[in-house]
């Protein structure tokens, strides 16, 4: 005896599709190359947040590996960290992520790939406290501007001198003495986390 199939009613199957959707990670639609913004609770971020004037103290780009998102960022080593993990440890789980406004034009599979392989050039190296612009040691927004840069030629952000920054809060002083004592290097060129937030280049694609 053949049994009938049941069908779902066209309503029904519309209902479930929505839910699938509500159900789907906030950050599935990130894609390789976004850009996240948080503040984090490191030692650091106090000073970083009032020498720059930004809420955001850390970032690191958005990088996929088996299909699903991972921060590539600096912290106490350059390393790739799960999305969902990076971001809960950031102040109260806000983060930032922007997207290059051209990115459909720029973010060619080709260019993805430089992304990906520019980032072993820098996977496992160590933090840099001192903020120096070499590829030595470190720093999250030196990571990120400089994988854009040689990946494509894109420069998202201005370089900034030290000296540029508010040096007189408390805070930024006593963190600068701790790194520097007396020898703070003045005109070392430095790429801020919010120098690129700010970036007419970028536009935000999530927030929560």
Not at 86 to 113: C, E, I, Q, S
Not at 126 to 138: G, K, N, V
Request: proline content about 5%; hydrophobic content about 40%; glycine content about 6%.
């Amino acid at each position: 005896m053949n049994k009938k199939k049941t069908r779902l009613p066209a309503a029904a199957l519309l209902l479930s599709a929505l839910l699938c959707l509500a159900a789907a990670p906030a950050d599935a639609a990130l894609k390789d190359g976004d850009i996240v913004f948080h503040t984090s609770r490191s030692a650091q971020s106090l000073a970083v947040q009032r020498a720059t004037g930004s809420r955001y103290s850390h970032m690191g780009i958005v990088l996929l590996r088996g299909g699903k998102p991972y921060v590539f960022e600096a912290v106490s080593t350059v390393r790739y960290t799960p999305l969902a993990q990076r971001t809960a440890r950031g102040d109260g789980g806000h983060y930032v992520a922007k997207r290059l406004r051209n990115a459909d034009a720029l973010l060619t599979p080709a260019a993805v790939a430089r992304l990906h392989a520019g980032s072993a050039d820098y996977e496992g190296r160590p933090y840099d406290l001192t903020f120096e612009w070499s590829d030595q040691r470190i720093y999250c927004s030196e990571l990120v501007w400089k994988l854009y840069q040689r990946a494509l030629g894109v420069r998202i952000g201005e370089l900034q001198k030290i000296r540029s920054f508010n040096l007189g809060d408390p805070a930024v002083r006593a963190k600068m003495r701790e790194r520097y004592g007396d020898n703070v290097p003045m005109d070392e060129p430095v790429i801020s986390p919010v120098a690129m937030f700010e970036s007419p280049l970028l536009t935000t694609v999530e927030a929560r």
